[in-house]
Each structure stands twice: as structure tokens, then as C-alpha cells.
């Protein structure tokens, strides 16, 4: 009777009820109090970019090693010994991964292999055969390859891991394309010095290093209209192909290709050549200025890129493209030239979000400005709830919900404890080249000093209980609401609630 009243809420039954001390776990839950003992999708084997978007991202380490295992082998009875003993390997990786960093896969692979020999102490030819059998499957981990533990900032490890997968060699592309153009932009200028030495008007500036290899009469063929023979160059034209060749030949493509805005105090993500953190009290208003300072950076690239195309074709139409590209901005470029740009993440928490951010955060997303918002929802509080109110005080502010009233957002709200998922809402956002929220529930509980659970069992549970349900939402996939959303992250979607054996 106590208990069914302090479960309503009287005053009175609560003053004579005591908390439980200490770490106080329902009976079920005991079993999960040691993580090491059990198996779950972490640690992640991250694959090197091969240079395809179809390239696998991530897998769990020991699918990636039994997979990788059962295509060496041939018969039931082959490299028996290593497949019986792969989760010992597992879980010495796991241990291993006291950081939550990456590390390189090959360097524990090696060392988890060396440490499994000693451990089982086999005869010789057992040993010999053992050995044989590892350094085959250590052939499966490709140089680069690394593996990653759960932990805090698991979710942004992962952001810049499929960031890489996308962009390195989209702009090594681009790199070889702009090389090209100035190449050609170069030769119409040589043409242009070899016409003027043929006249007697070209100077010193005729008798260039690179002019005695230069056969002008083939070169003309680069303007296109072999009619005009060796009319000169309109200087206007000359000016314009100077210009854009010059605004390329200095363009220099630095190893950064995401910057995350806000406070972030990891040393491993600071560490990372192709990462940049932009410290900021006002992420979603930094961001906004950071990529539009970047975006006018590229707009000049981009503009130089597409001139050249059209110069060394001669198709170059002052009346048509002189306006235009004076212009020219970021709203003018390409799904393939957006891709370029460098990502700007805001990182945020949610409670800001809800409150003094807002109209910040407000004005970011309906400003179409391909732009990231990631933030970490807890499943058990309410991000809108004032200092003294309790999480279940007032209704709960839906991030997610207000996301979608943009309509033109990408919003995924999703689990660190899915990477699958994860990395579905991570792709889909950034090919989408639009302004996107990324919601992700981590499991942390920033209230616990020693949490009683491991975040990957907190986080999973926030997902099989519906208390932070699965949910992508891409604008670009239809034009209705039906064909924009996905719930097929969450257990069994089809039932209320998942039922587990």
C-alpha cells in the first residue's frame, strides 16, 4: 500500500520511503553488469577508402574476421583451431581498445594473434599450422584499416570515417580535372606567344623555355574555330583564360575535409589530419558564417573550373556568361561541386537546442544551407525542462519532430549502438547536399560518475523501449511524407513493442 502511493506521487509516502544505496540494479539487469562477457557489434573493423561509394564503411570486427575466415578456407575442418578460438581474439581487441580512438588493425590483429599462441600453449605442428592460418587471415585487413571501440564520441568517429570514404577521392578527381584545365588554359596562352613571335610582336616573352617545344600550328587547333587562322586573341578573352588559370594554379587542397563547431575536448579527433574544431559558445550561427566564409572561397574555384571548360572549347559567350558569373555563388553550384565543399558540422547540445539556441538553430535549418547539426539526446530527460523542473514536468520537446517541420531537412535520429543506422542517417545527409539534424543517443549518462551499465546497453535499450525510436527522414527520397520517412531501424517495427527470447 506504501509503495502504490508513493507510486502516485503523495508527499506522505514519499517521505517515508528511502533511495536505495549504492549501485542498485533490478534482478534481470545483473547479468549486464559486466560488458566484457558479452558480444556485441562493437569493436568495428573501419575499412580505408578504396576510392568507390559502394565501399563497405564498417562492419563488426569478428563478422569481418569470420567472414573474411570462411572465404579462405575450404573445408569444415580447415583452420578449425583459429575459428573455435576468433571470439577469444574478439574479446582481446575489445580489451585492447582502452582509448576510444581508432587504432591501426593490423598492429592488434598481430598482437592478439601472438597473445592467443601463448594462451593455448599447442604442440608444434598445431603452433606451425595456427600461425599459417593467422598470417592468411591477416591478409583480410587492409593497410589502413583500423578498429573502433564504443565510447563517447564512437558517433563522430564515424562521421569523419564516412566523410572520408566520400570525399577523398572525389576531390582527388577533382585535382586531376584541374590540372587539366590548366594544361589547356596554358596552351591557348602559348599559342598566343608563338602567333605573336610569328608576327615579330611577341618580345622577350616569345622566346619562353617551353617555346621551342610548342608547334603553334597545332596548338591554334585549340580555339576551336580553325576559320580565324591566327587572328589574336581578343584582350578582354586574354584577360579572362589569365585570370581563371591563375586562380587555379594557386588553388591549394588542404588535407581538411570536415570542421566541427562548438567544444569538443577530445584529443584523438583534434589529432586527425582531415578534421578541424572550431571552438564557439554559438555553434549553429559560427557554422552559418564558417561555410558561407568557405563557400566563397570555392564559389571563385568553381567559377575558374568552369570557365576554363568553356575557354578551351571555345564556347565561352560574353553576353550569356559575363553576368552570370558575376554572380556566381554558392546557390549556383553543382550536386558534384557542393560535394567539394568542406563539411561544416555544429556540434550542440540538446539543451541548448531547446533553449537560448533556437532561434539560431531555427534560422540554420529553413536556411537551406547545407550545414550539420549533431547533438546527443538523452532517452530519459526532457531537453526543454527549466532548472528545477523535473524531465516529466511538462511534455517533452521533440527535436525530432521540430526537425521535420522544416520539411526540407534531413533529419535522423539514431543510436551509436546501430553504426548500421548510424551510418544510413550519416550517408544520407551527406549526399543530400542539404541542411540536416542528427539526433544520436549515446547512453552516457552524464549525471553518474560510474555509470552501473555500459553506455552500449543504455543506448540499446533507449532503442528496443521506443524511448528513442529509429527515424530518417530525407526530403529527397519523394514528395510525400510516406515516401520521405523510414523507421526500419528499430526492432521488429512491425510490432507495439519488441519481444525478445
Not at 574479446?91 to 593490423?106: F, G, H, M, N
Not at 570525399?167 to 602559348?190: C, D, M, P, W
Request: glycine share 8%; hydrophobic share 40%.
Amino acid at each position: 500500500n506504501m509503495l502504490r502511493r508513493f507510486h502516485y506521487g503523495e508527499p506522505a509516502a514519499t517521505a517515508n520511503t528511502a533511495k536505495p544505496a549504492g549501485g542498485i540494479l533490478p534482478a534481470l539487469l545483473n547479468p549486464y553488469r559486466d560488458a566484457s562477457a558479452i558480444r556485441y557489434q562493437y569493436p568495428l573493423y573501419l575499412a580505408p577508402p578504396d576510392g568507390t561509394d559502394q565501399a563497405m564503411l564498417a562492419k563488426p570486427a569478428a563478422e569481418h574476421l569470420m567472414d573474411s575466415l570462411e572465404e579462405l578456407t575450404l573445408g569444415e575442418n580447415d583452420a578449425k583451431i583459429l575459428k573455435d578460438n576468433l571470439p577469444w581474439i574478439e574479446r582481446y581487441i575489445r580489451q585492447q581498445l582502452k582509448s576510444p580512438a581508432p587504432v591501426d588493425a593490423l598492429e592488434v590483429f598481430e598482437a592478439a594473434g601472438a597473445a592467443m599462441q601463448e594462451q593455448l600453449g599447442l604442440e608444434q605442428s598445431s603452433r606451425e599450422q595456427l600461425a599459417a592460418d593467422l598470417e592468411r587471415l591477416k591478409a583480410a585487413i587492409a593497410p589502413g584499416g583500423q578498429f573502433l571501440g564504443y565510447g563517447p564520441h564512437a558517433s563522430l568517429h564515424l562521421m569523419v570515417h564516412a566523410i572520408r570514404h566520400r570525399n577523398e577521392h572525389t576531390r582527388e578527381a577533382f585535382r586531376q580535372q584541374v590540372n587539366k584545365y590548366i594544361h589547356g588554359l596554358s596552351s591557348l596562352l602559348e599559342v598566343e606567344k608563338a602567333k605573336a613571335a610569328e608576327t615579330g610582336k611577341g618580345g622577350d616573352d616569345a622566346d619562353g623555355a617551353a617555346s621551342r617545344y610548342l608547334d603553334s600550328g597545332a596548338l591554334s587547333g585549340m580555339l576551336g574555330k580553325r576559320a580565324r587562322g591566327s587572328v589574336n586573341l581578343p584582350a578582354e578573352r586574354r584577360t579572362r583564360i589569365e585570370g581563371a588559370l591563375q586562380v587555379l594554379q594557386a588553388w591549394q587542397d588542404g588535407p581538411v575535409l570536415v570542421k566541427f563547431v562548438g567544444t569538443l575536448d577530445d584529443p584523438a579527433l583534434a589529432a586527425l589530419p582531415a578534421l578541424e574544431i572550431v571552438s564557439s559558445g554559438n555553434p549553429c550561427t559560427t557554422a552559418t558564417e564558417i561555410f558561407t566564409q568557405d563557400a566563397t572561397k570555392f564559389a571563385q574555384l568553381f567559377a575558374a573550373a568552369r570557365i576554363a571548360a568553356l575557354e578551351i572549347e571555345d564556347k565561352y559567350d560574353p553576353e550569356i556568361h559575363d553576368s552570370w558569373f558575376a554572380s556566381f555563388d554558392w546557390q549556383a553550384f553543382s550536386d558534384e561541386e557542393m560535394q567539394l565543399v568542406t563539411r561544416i558540422m555544429a556540434l550542440v547540445s540538446a539543451d541548448h537546442l531547446a533553449g537560448d539556441g533556437l532561434p539560431a538553430f531555427t534560422k540554420l535549418l529553413g536556411s537551406r544551407l547545407p550545414v550539420h547539426v549533431l547533438t546527443w539526446v538523452r532517452a530519459y530527460d526532457n531537453p526543454a525542462a527549466r532548472p528545477g523542473e523535473g524531465p516529466f514536468d511538462a511534455y517533452r520537446f521533440e527535436l525530432a519532430y521540430f526537425g521535420v517541420g522544416h520539411r526540407q531537412v534531413v533529419v535522423a535520429q539514431s543510436s551509436a549502438a546501430r553504426h548500421e543506422d548510424l551510418l544510413k542517417g550519416f550517408l544520407c545527409a551527406l549526399d543530400s547536399n542539404r541542411t540536416s539534424l542528427h539526433l544520436i543517443n549515446r547512453g552516457t549518462q552524464t549525471k553518474t560518475e560510474k555509470p552501473l551499465l555500459d553506455p552500449w546497453f543504455v543506448a540499446s535499450a533507449a532503442l528496443e523501449s521506443r524511448a528513442h525510436p529509429f527515424l530518417l527522414v530525407n526530403p529527397d527520397a519523394g514528395d510525400h511524407a510516406a515516401e520521405r520517412i523510414s523507421f526500419g531501424g528499430n526492432p521488429q517495427m512491425d510490432n507495439d513493442w519488441p519481444v525478445e527470447k
